[in-house]
């Protein structure tokens, strides 16, 4: 035969606040491991962030086989510009290799307002507005992750400099990139920025 | 029909825990393993490009000083120390920067935060037109890593020597000491050539 009394109330009350010390702690577990696997998250999404942003830019460099780097506007608060340039291709004339003279120049900009960061070609950069004809088809950051200005120095270290038609010119440098990314959730940031450094050679 | 009342005993209690750790721990290391793989291809996918960073950075050295560097080896490890042997020509000129100072920043490199140090991080120069004997010298060598000697095999061998106009360069990076897992970056640096206006 079953035993049919009930529970006493001290002993509901017990069953409470034991049951609840337990869930309180569970709770609390699963908070932590939610926070970590965000956190986790939200470091790995960045520092994808930061390899796709310095393997863009070395790629480009590469590909356009830069010689030589210029700052345009350094007075300019809310910008950064640079530009990069191929200057010539060699080519084999008479028995001599030659510089012939193209004119395939690359702008890198540093869009502080908007905080992103954009990569194209010179002729569809629009230099008196400071910005790309298109700037979303010229970001390289994605529209969630933002370069926030505080943390963020890009700048270059002269290693020779060379004559390009009359031109003195800075022909190698390194490229130091150090870029604080924020990942943005509803234009709020999700955890603190995280700051990236990266040298690029040419 | 009268239920079973007993509860457990103290040794079928330790039983249960011993069990379900017994379960849980492969799982949890499972987990923090995640996190070394995590860090190592991290690490590797940042290693291949300071070692193509520290190619394109060698090859901005004045190339008489590399030359003068090796000498006739076979083979000659640059370390950090070394660079203070480079020439200073160029400081003095603003924009420009001397091959010892350009030394310097190739072990200064960052990539994503990751740097490469001491014997992590090893860069060796070798001559262009390697032969038979250069190569019999650095298999008895032990303290090349395998792969750089493997490296140094797969180069193509002239028949004959060369004046040297090139040079090999190898760098070796160390990615994860734990379980010895390594990469080899193989590039060639070049004296400069001249062109015409």
């Given at each position: ?202 | ?56 950075s060698l090859d ?49 490199q960052e990539w ?48 004959e020597k060369e ?35």
């Amino acid at each position: 035969m079953k035993n049919e009394k009930g529970l006493t109330a001290f002993e509901v009350l017990i069953s409470i606040s034991v049951g609840s010390v337990v869930l309180m702690m569970l709770m609390s577990i699963l908070s932590t491991t939610l926070v970590s696997r965000n956190y986790m998250e939200h470091e790995n999404r960045l520092l994808n962030e930061s390899y796709h942003i310095s393997e863009y830019l070395q790629a480009s460099i590469f590909d356009l086989g830069v010689r030589s780097i210029e700052e345009y506007a350094e007075e300019d608060e809310d910008h950064q510009i640079l530009i990069l340039s191929h200057e010539f291709d060699v080519s084999y004339e008479e028995g001599v290799l030659v510089r012939d003279y193209v004119g395939r120049s690359f702008v890198l900009h540093y869009d502080r307002e908007n905080r992103s960061l954009h990569y194209g070609n010179a002729d569809h950069f629009d230099f008196e507005n400071r910005q790309f004809f298109d700037p979303a088809g010229t970001r390289i950051n994605s529209t969630n992750v933002k370069v926030d200005p505080e943390g963020t120095n890009i700048r270059y270290t002269c290693v020779s400099q060379a004559e390009f038609q009359d031109d003195l010119k800075c022909a190698s440098a390194f490229i130091e990139l150090e870029i604080s990314l924020t990942y943005e959730f509803q234009d709020k940031p999700v955890f603190q920025p995280k700051t990236y450094r990266t040298t690029i050679v040419f | 029909m009268p239920m079973n009342q007993k509860g457990l005993t103290l040794l079928e209690l330790l039983a249960i825990i011993v069990i379900a750790t017994a379960v849980l721990l492969p799982l949890l290391s499972g987990f923090i393993d995640n996190f070394a793989v995590n860090e190592r291809m991290h690490a590797r996918r940042a290693s291949s490009s300071l070692g193509n960073a520290t190619v394109e950075s060698l090859d901005k050295v004045d190339f008489n000083d590399l030359l003068t560097f090796l000498g006739d080896d076979p083979i000659k490890e640059i370390e950090e120390d070394d660079c203070d042997g480079f020439s200073t020509s160029g400081e003095e000129v603003d924009n420009t920067m001397s091959s010892r100072e350009v030394c310097g920043y190739i072990f200064d490199q960052e990539w994503s935060n990751v740097t490469f140090e001491g014997d992590a991080f090893r860069v060796f120069l070798l001559p262009y037109d390697l032969d038979e004997d250069d190569l019999d010298t650095l298999r008895e060598r032990d303290d090349l890593p395998d792969r750089v000697i493997d490296g140094a095999e797969a180069l193509d061998i002239p028949e004959e020597k060369e004046a040297g106009s090139f040079l090999n360069v190898f760098v070796w990076m160390e990615y994860d000491p734990a379980v010895s897992q390594s990469i080899l970056i193989e590039g060639i640096v070049e004296g400069a050539i001249d062109l015409e206006e």
